[in-house]
């Protein structure tokens, strides 16, 4: 993606399916693998025009809610 956007962004809840929720510049931004209070750098990988979506690039700092998985596969 030649025009990536990164942002800095905490996740404030989970959505429905397990995404967490954040916001930034005015929109909802939908991001899997974080928890909320987690800080990350994130990469948008789609924009709507109420929402975006976006994966973790790292993750600054874990949030209260975030526990080790019990399972290999996470």
Known sequence: M?????????A??????GRAVAGAEGKVIFVPG???GDRA???????HASYS????KALFKA????VE????HF
Do not use: F, N, W, Y
Not at 2 to 10: F, G
Not at 12 to 17: K, V
Not at 41 to 47: C, G, H, K
């Open 2 to 10: 030649a025009d990536a956007k990164i942002l800095q962004v905490t």
């Open 12 to 17: 404030e809840s989970l959505a429905a399916g």
């Open 34 to 36: 974080l928890a909320p």
């Open 41 to 47: 750098l994130i990469e948008i990988t789609r924009t």
């Open 53 to 56: 979506e976006a994966r973790v």
């Open 63 to 66: 949030g209260p809610h975030r």
């Open 69 to 72: 998985p019990g399972c290999g």
